[in-house]
């Protein structure tokens, strides 16, 4: 099993509608959790971060967060064109300094 | 501009050879850390640094492949005698201790092993 899972896609999306990518984490020992953006032959981006129980909101992103299930979300309101990108989640482990990645998720918002 | 820099951002190179890449991190971070990224895939971690000192190194990490950070600032990550499999983006990130230690990317290394 793959320490952090994503579903690969792509997940296609009408502009205006809100995007839902999943992750998830079989380190019980995560302790923050991230989100990058990547644009296809550019680097990570990072949009958001994470790490107590529940939701945070920054703009139309937010980030949800379940230890319990082991589990993150980022959810992206009024998804727009300029959105179509691979989105990366990571995790840090307690008392390490990496960051362990999913494989991404690609996300095709269509006009 | 006061990101994460990388030199050069392209390299080709014929296999066997050595190459070099330089990361320059956020003048105020003092985690530096690199990974490498293949086609569809998350960015892999290689190796960090917490000021001059290479704290963690990855079992993945082949010793063809070296990394310094002498003043606590810039970084080298030196791959010698290339071999295909090393094409690659290499990502360098930096971040700060303390907080959620969100780590911000430079632009990275595109390497093609010919």
Same mark, same amino acid.
């Given at each position: 099993?793959?320490?952090?899972?994503?579903?690969?896609?792509?997940?296609?999306?009408?502009?205006?509608?809100? $995007?839902?990518?999943? /992750?998830?984490?079989? @380190?019980?020992?995560?302790?923050?959790?991230?989100?990058?953006?990547?644009?296809? *032959?550019?680097?990570?981006?990072?949009?958001?971060?994470?790490?107590?129980?529940?939701?945070?909101? @920054?703009?139309?992103?937010?980030?949800?967060?379940?230890?319990?299930?082991?589990?993150?979300?980022?959810?992206?309101? @009024?998804?727009?064109?300029?959105?179509? $990108?691979?989105?990366? /989640? $990571?995790?840090?482990?307690? *008392?390490? *300094?990496?960051?362990?990645?999913?494989?991404?998720?690609?996300?095709?918002?269509?006009? | 501009?006061?990101?994460? &820099?990388?030199?050069?951002?392209?390299?080709?190179?014929?296999?066997?050879?050595?190459?070099?890449?330089?990361?320059?991190?956020?003048?105020?971070?003092?985690?530096?850390?690199?990974?490498? +990224?293949?086609?569809?895939?998350?960015?892999?971690?290689?190796?960090?640094?917490?000021?001059?000192?290479?704290?963690?190194?990855?079992?993945?990490?082949?010793?063809?492949? &070296?990394?310094?950070?002498?003043?606590?600032?810039?970084?080298?990550?030196?791959?010698?005698?290339?071999? +295909?499999?090393?094409?690659?983006?290499?990502?360098?990130?930096?971040?700060?201790?303390?907080?959620?230690?969100? +780590?911000?990317?430079?632009?990275?290394?595109?390497?093609?092993?010919?």
């Amino acid at each position: 099993q793959k320490e952090v899972e994503q579903n690969s896609g792509p997940l296609s999306v009408p502009e205006g509608a809100i $995007a839902s990518l999943n /992750c998830t984490y079989s @380190d019980r020992g995560s302790q923050s959790f991230f989100w990058y953006r990547q644009y296809s *032959g550019k680097s990570p981006e990072l949009i958001m971060f994470i790490y107590s129980n529940g939701d945070k909101e @920054d703009g139309r992103f937010t980030a949800q967060l379940n230890k319990a299930s082991q589990y993150v979300s980022l959810l992206i309101r @009024d998804s727009q064109p300029s959105d179509s $990108a691979t989105y990366l /989640c $990571a995790v840090k482990v307690e *008392g390490g *300094g990496k960051l362990i990645f999913g494989q991404g998720t690609e996300l095709s918002v269509k006009p | 501009d006061t990101g994460v &820099s990388q030199d050069p951002r392209h390299k080709i190179t014929k296999r066997g050879q050595n190459v070099t890449f330089r990361c320059d991190p956020i003048s105020e971070h003092n985690r530096l850390y690199w990974y490498r +990224q293949t086609l569809g895939q998350g960015p892999e971690f290689l190796t960090y640094f917490q000021n001059e000192a290479q704290l963690e190194k990855s079992r993945l990490l082949s010793d063809r492949f &070296s990394a310094e950070r002498p003043k606590g600032s810039f970084s080298t990550l030196e791959i010698q005698r290339t071999e +295909q499999g090393d094409s690659a983006m290499y990502l360098c990130a930096s971040s700060f201790i303390g907080g959620a230690y969100e +780590q911000y990317f430079g632009p990275g290394t595109r390497l093609t092993v010919t």
